[in-house]
T-cell receptor
Framework: GQQVMQIPQYQHVQEGEDFTTYCNSSTTLSNIQWYKQRPGGHPVFLIQ?????EVKKQKRLTFQFGEAKKNSSLHITATQTTDVGTYFC????????????FGQGTTLQVKP | ETGVTQTPRHLVMGMTNKKSLKCEQH?????MYWYKQSAKKPLELMFVYNFKEQTENNSVPSRFSPECPNSSHLFLHLHTLQPEDSALYLCASSQDVGPYYSNQPQHFGDGTRLSIL
């Protein structure tokens, strides 16, 4: 069945270092969404990418959607302790039913 | 304040108990979702409702029974659960589902932490 894989599963960085998480789908996606879940919190929507090759920025966060629309990445420049959490990508399984397939997430730890 | 409120926040129940989880959204959305989040596992979609109609049942065991009386409220009725059902249960809502809405962003509640003894 359709799968969305994320790597790495965990990443520990020193504050100020960069961080990247990668998302790969077994099928072409019409769009991809990214969410962040802080420890003890709930997933919060960050962004949606729709177009092939699309790049979007939110301050220190850069999101990319691959040309083939089967992969995506999230890059954080100069991490801060507030970036700690788990980052999930999610792709639509079916737009008719609203079903999203979530990746297993990348948990980021930032050492001050 | 997320606009999606879940109660209770924590629930401990025995395997023979019957309990219900409640979700209410104040965002004017038409679609609501139940997810299960277990340690070291991806978020698992359980059910989707759009305009009170169930559009997705992701092969969920019958011991979980959803109810959606209107677009603002969603319940998950629990009975004879198993220890492996212990998890965080998250409710979410989005504006709508369907081919014209391209899977709109989902807004999550804080979840109910469920422990089965």
């Amino acid at each position: 069945g359709q799968q969305v894989m994320q790597i790495p599963q965990y990443q520990h960085v020193q504050e100020g270092e960069d961080f990247t998480t990668y998302c790969n789908s077994s099928t072409t996606l019409s769009n991809i969404q990214w969410y962040k879940q802080r420890p003890g919190g709930h997933p919060v929507f960050l962004i949606q990418l729709v177009k092939s090759g699309e790049v979007k920025k939110q301050k220190r966060l850069t999101f990319q959607f691959g040309e083939a629309k089967k992969n995506s990445s999230l890059h954080i420049t100069a991490t801060q302790t507030t970036d700690v959490g788990t980052y999930f990508c999610a792709g639509p399984f079916s737009s008719n039913t609203g079903k999203l397939i979530f990746g297993q997430g990348t948990t980021l730890q930032v050492k001050p | 304040e997320t606009g999606v409120t879940q109660t209770p926040r924590h629930l401990v129940m025995g395997m023979t108990n019957k309990k219900s989880l409640k979700c209410e959204q104040h965002l004017g959305h038409n679609a609501m979702y139940w997810y299960k989040q277990s340690a070291k596992k991806p978020l698992e979609l359980m059910f989707v409702y759009n305009f009170k109609e169930q559009t997705e049942n992701n092969s969920v065991p019958s011991r979980f029974s959803p109810e959606c009386p209107n677009s603002s409220h969603l319940f998950l009725h629990l009975h004879t659960l198993q220890p492996e059902d212990s998890a965080l249960y998250l409710c979410a809502s989005s504006q709508d589902v369907g081919p014209y809405y391209s899977n709109q962003p989902q807004h999550f509640g804080d979840g109910t932490r469920l422990s089965i003894l």
